[in-house]
């Protein structure tokens, strides 16, 4: 299984991305997709996650201003990011757990898209 992400890139304060993130391979079901980020310095935080039947959970830091979403028949999850801010400025992974293939059931990581905020 691979993920594979796009969408990051520079764009000033208040402005908008759109994130994707597609994973392939021989997967029969995937439970729940994610974002997380890392900051420079920082550990790395779970931005938004969707799971189940597309139930979401959002980082305090986000809520309001990020929209995640997912196409269950692409195995793709999107992050739509509005109202960026500076500190929204890091390197963001795509996360795919609970992915049941024919013979595993696994968590898998996407190699990061960098988005920076300029103020």
């Known amino acids: 299984v691979q993920l594979q992400a796009s969408g990051g890139g520079l764009v000033q304060a208040g402005g908008s991305l759109r994130l994707s993130c597609a994973a392939s391979?021989?997967?029969?079901?995937?439970?729940?997709m994610a974002w997380y980020r890392q900051a420079p310095g920082k550990q790395r935080e779970l931005v938004a996650r969707?799971?189940?039947?597309?139930?979401?959970n959002y980082a305090a830091s986000v809520k309001g201003r990020f929209t995640i979403s997912r196409d269950s028949a692409k195995n793709t999850v999107y992050l739509q990011m509005n109202s960026l801010k500076p500190e929204d400025t890091a390197v963001y992974y795509c996360?795919?757990?609970?992915?049941?293939?024919?013979?595993?059931?696994?968590?898998?990581w996407g190699q990061g898209t960098l988005v920076t905020v300029s103020s």
């Open positions: 391979g021989s997967i029969i079901s995937i439970n729940g």
């Open positions: 969707i799971f189940g039947s597309d139930s979401t």
């Open positions: 996360n795919a757990y609970r992915v049941r293939t024919i013979a595993t059931m696994g968590e898998y």
